[in-house]
């Protein structure tokens, strides 16, 4: 079955800009996170949403930094006013419900900032 | 908060040796532990899981882990390396604290694996 999709594959964006990545899960999984990998920073946990609960946002590094889940499914992370610093890989996973499930990986969005 | 230490970031083995990959964790309750690897080009794959029960546990392509309470450890091991175990590898750790709550899993920096033929 198809697996984790996210999109764009990269992005490059001018430093100030404001840039959005879509996060598509597997089907019937309830639990997304969005992860951030850089180079010798291993993977940095950003936001949790986890079925109908408030998400945890705990990882979020500012303010500039904003996910949506709409209808339980898509997410939508979003970098306001991008900065040099925020060029990593963002990488999207989703589970099915409860704390035992293994994460599904998508391929990640490259974000490239200049 | 949990958190996790690999602290090798590279590692070098000749093909047919044992390979061994640390991984130490911090949490206040118990842990749900996992590893997972990245090979070049390719989205992170599901290796293994302890979730409870028997300390060895055993995962995809040979690999199995041990996890030891006392040395807080959940290494990383295979019996005899492949070069196409070359990757990136990680620990990933989540906190079972009483009463039971959601938590996110939390990874390691990763450690490069490198097999020589």
């Known amino acids: 079955g198809a697996g984790v999709s996210q999109s764009p594959s990269n992005k490059v964006t001018e430093k100030g800009k404001d840039v959005e990545l879509r996060c598509d899960p597997i089907?019937?999984?309830?639990?997304l996170y969005w992860y951030r990998q850089s180079l010798g920073q291993g993977l940095e946990f950003l936001i949790y949403?986890?079925?109908?609960?408030?998400?945890?946002k705990s990882g979020l590094p500012s303010d500039r930094f904003s996910a949506e889940r709409t209808g339980g499914s898509v997410s939508t992370l979003t970098i306001q006013r991008t900065q040099q610093e925020d060029s990593a890989v963002y990488l999207c996973?989703?589970?099915?419900?409860?704390?035992?499930?293994?994460?599904?990986f998508g391929n990640g969005t490259r974000l490239t900032v200049t | 908060a949990q958190s996790v230490a690999q602290p090798e970031d590279q590692v070098n083995v000749a093909e047919g040796n044992p390979l061994t990959v640390k991984c130490t964790y911090s949490?206040?309750?118990?842990?749900?532990l996992f590893w997972y690897v990245q090979y070049p080009n390719r989205g992170l794959q599901f290796l293994l899981k302890?979730?409870?029960?028997?300390?060895l546990v055993k995962g995809s392509y040979g690999f199995e882990a041990e996890f030891n309470k006392s040395q807080t450890s959940f290494h990383l091991k295979k019996p005899s390396a492949l070069v196409s175990d070359s990757a990136l590898y990680f620990c990933?750790?989540?906190?079972?604290?009483?009463?039971?709550?959601?938590?996110?899993?939390?990874f390691g920096k990763g450690t490069r694996l490198s097999v020589i033929a």
């Open positions: 996973a989703s589970s099915l419900i409860g704390d035992r499930s293994p994460l599904h």
């Open positions: 089907s019937g999984h309830t639990a």
């Open positions: 949403f986890q079925g109908n609960s408030a998400p945890d």
């Open positions: 949490v206040s309750g118990n842990p749900y």
């Open positions: 302890y979730i409870t029960g028997d300390n």
């Open positions: 990933a750790v989540r906190d079972i604290n009483p009463p039971e709550r959601n938590t996110p899993l939390v």
